[in-house]
């Protein structure tokens, strides 16, 4: 699987958009990104995954790059709940036998 | 979305005895079931992908005969830690697919504490 880089750490203030970045310049063309988040001793959550296109839910936002080769996840308004661990994480998708990779992640600290 | 339950949340046991979690998919049928290890401020590991009805798959560097999986239907893994020590202390995540989409879906995690 490709590897990505996250930086370690960011901060936000409540109700501002977080935007997390992920670079992943080693993707293949057959693998999706997916972004998860763990809250400190919880099991990890999905928030979002796509392929080349943009995607929207009622968690998040993600913005891919034309070239595939970084991403970034939108948390459009974040609050003390979105605290957490943020794993930006690629593989081949259409096979849910595929673990996946846990990086370091980027811990978001949203403050008051 | 789906739902993965795991028991116990926590336990505490004594050096040389065995534990065992279960790690249930309650609303979808998980053709895989995969087995995670945290120790603290780290990441993720991977220790073991299984099947339903068939041997789990070890990682490189995980005993399987130390960390017993157990698959045996499609809604139901088990990991059992065996002559556990203080090192095993850890919290242990499983996840489960096969239901919606290919997303994997997290159980709560199992804190394990040697002493």
């Known amino acids: 699987d490709a590897k990505t880089t996250q930086p370690p750490s960011m901060d936000c203030a409540e109700g501002r958009a977080a935007n997390l970045p992920c670079n992943h310049s080693?993707?293949?063309?057959?693998?999706?990104v997916y972004w998860y988040r763990q809250i400190h001793s919880q099991g990890p959550q999905y928030i979002i995954h796509?392929?080349?296109n943009n995607e929207t839910n009622e968690m998040a936002s993600l913005i891919i790059t034309e070239d595939r080769k970084s991403s970034t996840l939108i948390l459009p308004h974040a609050t003390l709940r979105d605290t957490a661990v943020y794993y930006c994480?690629?593989?081949?998708?259409?096979?849910?036998?595929?673990?996946?990779?846990f990086g370091k992640g980027t811990s978001l600290l949203v403050t008051p | 979305g789906a739902v993965v339950s795991q028991h116990p949340s926590r336990v505490i046991c004594k050096s040389g005895t065995s534990v065992k979690i279960e790690c249930r998919s309650l609303?979808?049928?998980?053709?895989?079931m995969f087995w995670y290890r945290q120790f603290p401020k780290k990441s993720l590991m991977l220790m073991a992908t299984?099947?339903?009805?068939?041997?789990?798959?070890?990682e490189q560097g995980v005993e399987k005969d130390k960390f017993l999986i157990n698959h045996a239907s499609l809604t139901l893994s088990t990991l059992t830690v065996t002559s556990a020590h203080p090192e095993d202390s850890s919290f242990y995540i499983c996840?489960?697919?096969?239901?919606?989409?290919?997303?994997?879906?997290f159980g709560p995690g199992t804190r394990l504490t040697v002493l």
């Open positions: 996840s489960a697919s096969g239901g919606l989409g290919d997303e994997q879906f």
């Open positions: 080693t993707i293949s063309g057959n693998e999706y």
């Open positions: 796509g392929l080349k």
């Open positions: 994480i690629v593989r081949p998708t259409s096979n849910s036998g595929y673990a996946l990779n």
């Open positions: 609303d979808f049928q998980a053709t895989t």
């Open positions: 299984s099947n339903e009805g068939s041997k789990a798959t070890y």
